[in-house]
T-cell receptor
Framework: KQEVTQIPAALSVPEGENLVLNCSFTDSAIYNLQWFRQDPGKGLTSLLL?????REQTSGRLNASLDKSSGRSTLYIAASQPGDSATYLC????????????FGKGTLLTVNP | GAGVSQSPRYKVAKRGQDVALRCDPISGHVSLFWYQQALGQGPEFLTYFQNEAQLDKSGLPSDRFFAERPEGSVSTLKIQRTQQEDSAVYLCASSWYRGSGANVLTFGAGSRLTVL
């Protein structure tokens, strides 16, 4: 059974700092890995999706990498802004399922002005 | 509307009451998912519909949970005889495609259930 772990559970940084969020998973036979953002009282917004054959994806100030062999992914946020404050979740599709996402518990990010 | 709509947004139930949570997916979306998110946890899969067919209900915690999507659009998650451990945010998501493999899911804002 896939297990997804996110470290740290919470992170507080000053505005402008570059930061890295970590995600690890136990079953390396994944179809893809996604990073989501969750704001209080709102649903999840997909930020980046990395297919199993890819090593990284970029969108604006966000860059996500994937190392299947080591069971790790990182989300890099450049020049953080207060608007980046949210919970960031990673999730994998694996275990022969093309629809059942397994999520980590998330990292609560606070960017202080 | 342009997004996935869930209602009610907040529900408080007394232990033992039945509740029904509604999800209006984006029009034309084939796949519909329900996830349960307890406080401080990541979402956990409950069930998956492809059109009106419930292809996977393996994540439903007990036989008190029941989901349906009779016409392949709106879905209802029903919880009978609610218990305190049912307190969570119930998230609905939909997608144009079968499964969610290569495709971005659109999530609703969730229904927060509190069982007293």
């Amino acid at each position: 059974k896939q297990e997804v772990t996110q470290i740290p559970a919470a992170l507080s940084v000053p505005e402008g700092e570059n930061l890295v969020l970590n995600c690890s998973f136990t079953d390396s036979a994944i179809y893809n890995l996604q990073w989501f953002r969750q704001d209080p009282g709102k649903g999840l917004t997909s930020l980046l999706l990395i297919q199993s054959s890819q090593r990284e994806q970029t969108s604006g100030r966000l860059n996500a990498s994937l190392d299947k062999s080591s069971g790790r992914s990182t989300l890099y946020i450049a020049a953080s802004q207060p608007g980046d404050s949210a919970t960031y979740l990673c999730a994998t599709l694996s275990g022969g399922s093309n629809y059942k996402l397994t999520f980590g518990k998330g990292t609560l990010l606070t960017v202080n002005p | 509307g342009a997004g996935v709509s869930q209602s009610p947004r907040y529900k408080v139930a007394k232990r033992g009451q039945d509740v029904a949570l509604r999800c209006d997916p984006i029009s034309g979306h084939v796949s519909l998912f329900w996830y349960q998110q307890a406080l401080g946890q990541g979402p956990e899969f409950l069930t998956y519909f492809q059109n009106e067919a419930q292809l996977d209900k393996s994540g439903l915690p007990s036989d008190r949970f029941f989901a349906e999507r009779p016409e392949g659009s709106v879905s209802t998650l029903k919880i009978q005889r609610t218990q305190q451990e049912d307190s969570a945010v119930y998230l609905c998501a939909s997608s144009w495609y079968r499964g969610s493999g290569a495709n971005v899911l659109t999530f609703g804002a969730g229904s927060r259930l509190t069982v007293l």
